[in-house]
């Protein structure tokens, strides 16, 4: 993992606390998600609501912080989550042929390698 040099001064350790605080500093864990959160709920919540045969985006699930969505889904551990349903904002699918098999048994339709967003997207209020 690359870990950044820092100068040594007031400068330096300001701009390596600001590292740390933001979990970049040696020996930090990248994914520190915790899914026993009301946000995490929320958001589970949400993938759960999703009807078979249709998909949302991780923007649908988590307004305004995607990539939280994201990281949600890959701490969480339950198996009844339907995580395949989930799908970038222009159709095209994070975890590729495995998620696509999934989808087409549910009736998804695709357009070349991407979900048709256009008739797959769960309409939003």
């Known amino acids: 993992m690359w870990v950044p040099r820092f100068r040594t001064g007031k400068r330096g350790i300001r701009r390596r606390r600001r590292y740390q605080g933001a979990g970049l500093g040696a020996g930090a864990v990248l994914c520190s998600v915790r899914v026993d959160t009301d946000r995490a709920r ?8 999703t009807p078979e045969g249709f998909v949302r ?4 699930v988590s307004p305004g912080a995607p990539r939280v969505a994201g990281a949600v889904l890959h701490a969480c551990g339950d198996a009844d989550v339907p995580w395949h349903r989930i799908v970038r904002a222009d159709g095209s699918l994070a975890k590729g042929s495995r998620q696509r098999r999934l989808l087409e048994a549910e009736g998804v339709p695709f357009r070349g390698e991407r979900v048709d967003m256009r008739v797959a997207r769960v309409p939003t209020l």
Do not use: N, P, S
């Open 57 to 60: 985006t991780y923007g649908d």
């Open 42 to 49: 929320r958001i589970l919540a949400e993938v759960r609501a």
